[in-house]
């Protein structure tokens, strides 16, 4: 399980970031994708989709951040990226 604090930005790649709810993720199957005691691995990417959203990220700096996008439900897309809290 990873948690990060988030931001999100809307107006365009040069507006303001705001920040945003925090982002608890946990993937597993027969190998984790992201491990209950580990964040994931650079590279790794990551897209959910749902009546209330959804959104495509890709994490960096050994999971330490991530970048990409969001749209939640009755709003625009937005900018959205994460770093890990401690």
């Keep these: 399980m990873a948690t990060y604090k988030t931001q999100i930005q809307w107006g ?4 303001d ?3 945003d ?3 608890i993720i ?3 199957n027969r190998e984790a994708v992201v491990p209950a005691d580990q964040m994931p691995e650079t590279g790794t990417q990551v897209s959910w ?3 209330r959203g959804n959104a495509q ?3 960096y700096d050994n999971g330490a951040r991530f970048s990409g996008s969001a749209q ?4 625009g897309p937005v900018g959205y ?4 809290k401690a």
Excluded: Y
């Design 57 to 59: 990220v890709t994490f």
């Design 21 to 23: 709810a925090d982002l």
């Design 49 to 51: 989709a749902s009546p």
């Design 12 to 15: 365009g790649p040069n507006a």
């Design 26 to 28: 946990t993937i597993r």
């Design 17 to 19: 970031w705001h920040d």
């Design 81 to 84: 990226r994460g770093q890990a």
């Design 72 to 75: 939640f439900k009755g709003e």
